[in-house]
């Protein structure tokens, strides 16, 4: 009896021991899905919004720089280089720089409105895009005293391109593939001067006095012909004449040849040399990648504003207004979009018709 008795109240405690129903399970799964749902979609909007930033960052970081150095040498422009521009050889700003025909003078700011193209081939469309060409003096060029000092050329030879200066070793001051502007008040249509690229350095009467222009140079300005407008002849009779160096830059966007609409935004440097010293037309460096847009927009003196400035108004430019849109190369997993940033930035030409120029 005691026997079954024990046995009873096994059954009675087994038969008590409580559980989960369906119903409870269903609910604490349905919450724990509720639960890791909300996680993820937290997780899910941190890990978004890291990519953006991260794409952001990474798409516009370098073109904040290359806006930097075209804000530089906006500021620069004009730095004791005269507003109406030294005259440059017949076609050269048309061929190289697109200018409208007929343009002759090298102005301070050189206004490209919708110059190159980027072409999307996948969707068949071409956007155009903005280019501006900028100069100034390079006042590092032969200081004397602290102040850059023009070299006095006191005698010229048309036949082999030689610039021969007043001062022994002055063409010390001269490096292989400098951009120099040479001038005199003799000269009535060039008053401003004319560009020459320097070729080489040679010894004449005294040691190092020469610099050599010739006429075979690789950005095709050194002019020794006979006839005006450009021509260092006219501009070097009679002597002496003055010569300094000269920084002009273009910026521009390059189709990156990938098709998909976007390019590299260049700096190009007028002129120099290359790794093996060679003296050449110019030096290109790329400041950012996945370039899909640049315009430029123009203030004016009068303070009107334009894409694009008539050619008899380049010297009166007073504020530029740069604008770059750069696309991300990665998608964004969730989207399947690329990101977009535009940034724009304004600059001041500071130094256009407030220095003394002539």
């Known amino acids: 009896m005691r026997i079954q008795s024990i046995e009873k109240l096994r059954k009675e405690e087994r038969s008590g021991e409580s559980g989960f129903t369906m119903i409870e399970m269903t609910v604490a799964m349905v919450v724990f899905a509720i639960v890791l749902g909300s996680i993820y979609g937290l997780l899910e909007v941190g890990r ?11 798409a516009s970081q370098d073109v904040r720089i290359g806006l930097n150095r075209i804000g530089i ?13 030294s005259v440059m050889r017949t076609n050269w700003l048309t061929t190289n720089l697109s200018v409208a025909t007929g343009a002759a003078n090298l102005t301070p700011v050189i206004p490209g409105f ?17 280019q501006i060409t ?7 060029f032969n200081r004397v005293g602290g102040v850059s000092t023009p070299l006095r050329v006191v005698s010229a030879n048309p036949a082999i391109g030689w610039l021969t200066c007043q001062n ?4 010390n001051s001269c490096n292989l593939g400098d951009l120099m502007c040479v001038n005199s008040g003799n000269c009535g249509f060039c008053g401003n001067g004319v560009l020459a690229l320097v070729t080489g350095r040679a010894t004449n009467v005294r040691s190092n006095d020469t610099v050599v222009a010739a006429a075979s140079d690789p950005m095709g300005i050194n002019d020794w012909t006979p006839a005006p407008p450009s021509n260092l002849v006219q501009v070097l009779t009679p002597t002496p004449a ?3 160096r000269i920084s002009m830059v273009t910026y521009y966007v390059l189709d990156d040849g990938s ?35 640049m315009t430029i927009q123009y203030f004016m003196q009068d303070g009107t504003s334009t894409a694009n400035p008539a050619l008899s108004n380049f010297h009166n430019v007073r504020q530029i207004s740069v604008t770059i849109t750069v696309r991300s190369p990665r998608t964004d997993p969730k989207t399947g979009l690329n990101y977009i940033d535009t940034l724009t930035a304004v600059f001041n030409t500071r130094n256009l018709g407030f220095e003394t120029n002539g």
């Open 114 to 130: 919708q110059i190159n193209t980027l072409i999307n081939t996948r969707t068949g469309t071409t956007a155009r895009t903005d």
């Open 259 to 293: 098709g998909q609409g976007t390019g590299t935004f260049m700096r190009r440097t007028w002129g120099g040399v290359d790794s093996s010293g060679n003296v050449v037309r110019f030096t290109d460096q790329p400041l950012a990648f996945d370039v899909t847009a």
């Open 168 to 171: 022994a070793n002055d063409a």
């Open 48 to 58: 978004s919004a890291r990519f953006n930033t991260m794409e952001s960052n990474e």
């Open 242 to 244: 003055g010569a300094y």
């Open 134 to 140: 900028l100069t100034s003096t390079d006042n590092a």
């Open 73 to 85: 040498d906006v500021l620069n422009a004009g730095v004791d280089y005269p507003s109406s521009g």
